[in-house]
């Protein structure tokens, strides 16, 4: 996981958003789950053991096993910037937004998922949804661009420090 990642720390208590997505790369799943459904199944776990929890309670093989080190289940989705609140703020601090589409299925068939990530326009979502709009609430207000799914991934890209100048020294006169 990236050290940008908030998902990391602290408990499941402390986690501000509704939902999380947890994926697991070895087994192919996927899922979206409700923090309050969680906080009753597991309590107040460390977030970096979650995606465990959640992996033996589908019955996965890696997870299952003791210590559990080999489990791949992961979180899907990266945290908002904890320090911004707002989709105005988020704007104007140089935060990036990208959608991956997640899809599996299409009507009763599998299908695959769009194959580009998506560069969303922070600019046109504060133009629709306005400055004060809640980004723990943005999750039900998107959909995949290509193709209309509701199952994507959010991950949130920091702003670049702007590189530091070197002080040149001034001439003196003379």
Not at 18 to 47: E, F, W
Not at 163 to 174: F, I, K, M, Y
Request: net charge positive; proline share 7%; charged share 20%.
């Amino acid at each position: 996981m990236h050290e940008s990642d908030a998902l990391l720390t602290g408990h499941l208590a402390d986690y501000r958003f509704h939902r999380l997505q947890i994926s697991c790369a070895s087994c192919g799943r996927h899922g979206d789950y409700s923090v309050a459904t969680l906080r009753k199944l597991y309590g107040n776990p460390p977030m970096a053991e979650v995606p465990r929890f959640v992996a033996m309670r589908g019955n996965c093989s890696l997870a299952l096993r003791f210590p559990g080190k080999d489990c791949d289940a992961r979180f899907a989705n990266r945290a908002a910037p904890r320090a911004v609140e707002y989709l105005g703020s988020a704007f104007h601090a140089g935060w990036t937004l990208v959608l991956t589409c997640q899809r599996s299925h299409q009507g009763l068939k599998s299908v695959k998922p769009c194959r580009e990530p998506y560069v969303i326009d922070l600019g046109s979502l504060v133009a629709g949804l306005g400055h004060t709009f809640p980004i723990d609430q943005l999750e039900r207000k998107l959909c995949c661009p290509n193709c209309g799914s509701a199952h994507y991934d959010l991950r949130w890209i920091r702003p670049r420090e702007p590189p530091a100048t070197e002080q040149v020294p001034l001439r003196q006169a003379g």
